[in-house]
Antibody, heavy 118, light 106 residues
Framework: QVQLQESGPGLVKPSETLSLTCSVSVGSISPYYWTWVRQTPGKGLEWIGYIFYNGATKYNPYLESRATISVDTSKMQFSLRLTSVTAADTAVYYC????????????WGQGTTVTVSS | EIVLTQSPGTLSLSPGERATLSCRASQSVSSDFLVWYQQRPGQAPRLLIYSTSIRATGIPDRFSGSGSGTDFTLSISRLEPEDFAVYFCQHYGHSVLFGQGTKVEI
């Protein structure tokens, strides 16, 4: 049973960089997409982007200029960096496994709350 | 850009009743790429249905999905206490888009 676990700071200062890592418990990084999604009370669920095991990425056009997703297959981890954060980036951040064809996210981490505040 | 609009925003029902939730796309989408999730308070979303009508592993058959084009529906035939939650639809295309959610409350 694959499990995902997010880790990273819960508090980030405005204008700084948010960095989160998702650890995959078992199985193989391929052949899935590995995805980041965030959730706020105001905007609901928002897809940030995904990465394939070979490093290919796709991002939400609204976040593409600030988001970078990377993967370390040897550690069974993938990571999110979001630069120049503002209060609007305060959210619960989830990592998830995504099927490549139908696009469903079938395994989710428990989520981690990130607050942007000085 | 495709927009997914879910209705109603809140559905007030009793256990044992049938729930019908709507997800409308702003333009026609392939039914292959329409997905439904359930989210209980304090939990991550849980995959219910993908490709419009295929139940995910372990999902009870009281959950069913249907639709095509711009109109998609999630039905719960007989609400159980654990079904009172928020439900999201999702489309997978050039990007991944979510609806704003429907809350099913007692």
């Amino acid at each position: 049973q694959v499990q995902l676990q997010e880790s990273g700071p819960g508090l980030v200062k405005p204008s700084e960089t948010l960095s989160l890592t998702c650890s995959v418990s078992v199985g193989s990084i391929s052949p899935y997409y590995w995805t980041w999604v965030r959730q706020t009370p105001g905007k609901g669920l928002e897809w940030i982007g995904y990465i394939f095991y070979n490093g290919a990425t796709k991002y939400n056009p609204y976040l593409e200029s600030r988001a970078t997703i990377s993967v370390d297959t040897s550690k069974m981890q993938f990571s999110l960096r979001l630069t120049s954060v503002t209060a609007a980036d305060t959210a619960v951040y989830y990592c998830a496994r995504q099927f490549r064809y139908f696009g469903q996210l079938d395994v989710w981490g428990q989520g981690t709350t990130v607050t942007v505040s000085s | 850009e495709i927009v997914l609009t879910q209705s109603p925003g809140t559905l007030s029902l009793s256990p044992g009743e049938r729930a019908t939730l709507s997800c409308r796309a702003s333009q026609s989408v392939s039914s292959d790429f329409l997905v439904w999730y359930q989210q209980r308070p304090g939990q991550a979303p849980r995959l219910l249905i993908y490709s419009t009508s295929i139940r995910a592993t372990g999902i009870p058959d009281r959950f069913s999905g249907s639709g095509s084009g711009t109109d998609f529906t999630l039905s719960i035939s007989r609400l159980e206490p654990e079904d009172f939650a928020v439900y999201f639809c999702q489309h997978y295309g050039h990007s991944v888009l979510f609806g704003q959610g429907t809350k099913v409350e007692i």
